[in-house]
């Protein structure tokens, strides 16, 4: 699924402080919810579930 990049803001926001910065890498997403890549960007921003169920958005392997 596609996601905008307000929703991608709005999943930012509500991630845990505790979470936010750490290099976790792709593998910490149990679920994939969606993606949003920036206009002209070779990268992309990852959104979904971890094992215990906090929804985190992931880019190039950080914890947004």
């Known amino acids: 699924m596609t996601l905008t990049k ?11 402080k ?4 750490q290099l976790k890498g792709d593998g910490i997403i149990r679920e994939v919810m969606g ?9 992309s ?4 579930w971890t094992a215990d169920d906090k929804l985190i958005v992931i ?4 914890i947004m």
């Open 18 to 21: 505790e979470l936010k910065g």
């Open 45 to 48: 921003y990852v959104a979904g």
């Open 6 to 16: 307000r929703q991608i803001q709005q999943i930012i926001k509500r991630t845990p």
């Open 59 to 62: 880019r190039c392997g950080e």
């Open 35 to 43: 993606i949003f890549t920036p206009a002209g960007a070779n990268w």
